[in-house]
């Protein structure tokens, strides 16, 4: 099991100290994975979301928070489950989908989501 940190260079890791910088003041929208260490459905989340950061290079920016280190994010969101994962766009919250799934599903999602939001 390598360590989370060298998983990709395309995806941020993001921490309390981050958020604004990383995902409130971003110029692309962006997907942040709500995730943890303990979480197993999160560690299916990782290829897919490193897939979908290849696919969409450019148009978003992908980012995984560890809720159990960021809790004060987490909670100020309303997590309840993980993994969960929330699309932002200058800003502000524009859609959220819980659990585990597809690359397809989730590109689906986003595509949606910001499509609906223009």
């Known amino acids: ?22 995902v409130l003041r971003s110029e692309k929208p962006v997907l942040v994975d709500f995730w943890a260490e303990w979480c197993g459905p999160c560690r299916m989340v ?9 696919t ?3 148009k978003i920016k992908v980012a995984k928070l560890n809720v159990d280190e960021n809790q004060e994010i987490a909670m100020k969101y309303g997590i309840q489950s993980i993994p969960s994962l929330l699309l932002y766009k200058e800003g502000k919250e524009i859609g959220r989908t819980i659990g585990a799934a597809s690359k397809e599903t989730y590109q689906r999602f986003v595509d949606q989501t910001l499509s609906d939001s223009r």
């Open 56 to 58: 969409m290079n450019g």
């Open 46 to 54: 990782g290829p897919a979301l490193e897939q979908l950061s290849k």
């Open 1 to 22: 099991m390598h360590s989370m940190a060298s998983e990709t260079e395309n995806i941020v890791h993001v921490t309390t100290k981050t958020w604004e910088d990383d």
